[in-house]
């Protein structure tokens, strides 16, 4: 429903003439709205920064998550439940919250860590909200809070895995480290697909972070990413027929990838 | 107290909530005791405006109506029971609404769904964005102009413009520059009052402490366009049936050039005003002074504590000596929205807010529209915070010698976010003011084309 709502809306275009202050008109435009959209350089500027954040931060995340899930999983760890509650509670933080946490840590002269890295041979100009380590600084954020969500869906997936087949592969003389990549990472495949989707749709839907950061740092503007550009468009420009179009453009975008994502998982599991 | 102040504590300055609240806190008890001293001294003015007020009632309605009230400011609920009290045929329902920014996200929502309340508090430079979505009355025909005696030109200017009348002009923002007197005294400095003496100072001062600046520029749209308003400069310009965009004008790249040479000597800082960071240099004494509006008092106030009682108020630089051309940043008025069905009540309402000497008594961190309100017991209040300061006639004198001429342009609030993205760039050094401006200035030409209005260079 509300997607189609957008559809609808993004083909058409309000109007004013001469100096703009009469009763606006609002009628079909067929695609000028997206033509504009594709064509005007914001659009696009913002699925490349979000790509080349996703190409990153969904890599790392995931793998930190992997390695705690296994590490939790492996028996080794005393306290395992304290240690997964722990690294799961940066999930439960709401995002704007933690990023105006992450925004103090950030903040030059309120910093308590930024001082210290500036003192560390090499890293004098440090500045978390600068250009383009701003982009990082969001990716930091997002990694902290979103691995111990992973990392619980992992090993929920790990305990799903026969007894069985690991005593298997422990009476052939496996080591716990060859169990862990040749067995378990495998074995968990359908998990980390599902969790790589949600990871990607989040990516390109990347909006808290940066609009708290917004108000720190002047390097995030008011197009910084698909999500604010249309949030700009919609409640500061009043062009609603617009974001509608820039809305449903980043839909079709996060389609594509997803099913690509999708195709590329179930193309993998096939061979197996 | 206007919108825009409140949006500076809410929206954008997430780092001084706690301060902020505090700020409130004070001003809500001091508002009261306005409060009680109006009631007290209110049985002797009877002004012309609330003789209009009277007249516009008994027209309006000689049943009870009921209209709602959207705005976002701190004295308004004590009015609105007053003026519930005084006025048996007419109920005001109010409704207090978030910062600036989402309340206009919410009245244009309520406008697309047909709707919105009767009347809402928008500030001058988002009006004629709503003038141009059609969301709003013209109230020319319900009997506005009445009251135009009672504003200066300059602010009726702002709210009457492209043939209606579009809403009653409320709070101002005058400006002043607010500087650490102390810290003057100490580096030796004299309060400049041209802007040629504010760069050699700022120069002077840099030079000799490296770590001390005289201010710093900052990177908000709103900010530099008080300062070009000052100037002279028109940004939008009607001519005809279309507007002529004058960023790219003497006026306008002389105040570009001029900050653009201190930015460059690196004798300002180069900030943005709603950071922790801004708040600690005032607070260290990094920061020396602050041309800006009457409404940063409280936010100076409230971020830089540790320096209470050390700083004045003065009047702002200008550009030529002895000259008095201010311009402003803030305030708000108070619109009908066109789908009233009581168009004479909400007027009515709209109009008592601004005028009555009982309404604008309680007003508190902001500056009446209203030039008989230049006399209230709040505005002559002593500041501890300024030395025990007032600054009752430097703010007057700036509200009334206010350029008038200056528009705010039909899609201002695009501008204000890309010359406010764009700063990035002078920021860091990759772009200068004088190329700031010819930016935007191309940028509104495409935008206002994009949305139908005529415009040209």
Known sequence: MPIGYAVVESFYKTRNSGLGLGVPTTSFAGLSNFTEVLTKGYFWSGVERVLLYGIVQVPVKMALAMILALILDSGLVRLGRIFRFSYFL????PGVIAAILWGFLYYPSLSPVVGVIRHLPGAGGFTPLGGSAVLWSIANIATWAGAGFDMLIFIASLQTIPVELIEAARVDGASEWRIATRVKVRMIGPAVGLSAIFSIIGTLQLFTEPKVLASLSTSVTSHYTPNIYAYTEALVAGRYHYAAAVSVSLALITFVFSFAVLGFISKRGGLQ | MGIRNINEHNLEAFGQRRPAGRAMKVGAAVGAAALVMSACGSSKTASPSSATTQANTKAASSTPVTISFWSPGLSEAGNVALFNKTH???????TKTPGAAATYAKMEDAIKAGDPPDVGSIEYDELPQFVRTGGILNIAKYGANSVEKDFNASIWGQVDFGGGTWAIPRNTAPVALLYNAKLFAQYGLAVPTTWAQFATEAQSLHAAHPSVYLTSFNTSSSWFSMLEWQAGAVWFQPDGNQWKLGFTSPASEKVATYWQQLISAHDVLVESPYTPQHAQQLNNGTLLSYPGPQWLESSIESQAPATSGDWKIAPFPQWTPGGHAYGQWGGSTDAVFKDTKHPNAALTFATWLSTNPQAIAPLIGGYPAATSGQTTATLSKKLPFFSNESGTNIFKT??????????????????????????????????????????????????????GIKAIG
Do not use: R
Request: net charge negative; glycine share 8%.
């Open chain 2, 398 to 451: 700036a509200q009334n010698d206010t350029l008038a001429g200056w528009n705010f342009g039909p899609d201002w609030g695009v501008m204000k976010t890309d010359g406010t993205n764009d700063f990035d760039a002078v920021a860091n050094g990759s772009s200068t003011l004088p190329q700031w401006l010819s930016d935007l200035q191309n940028q509104q030409l495409s935008s206002l084309k994009s949305v």
């Open chain 1, 90 to 93: 940066p999930y439960a933080v």
């Open chain 2, 88 to 94: 048996p045929d007419i109920h005001v329902v109010y």
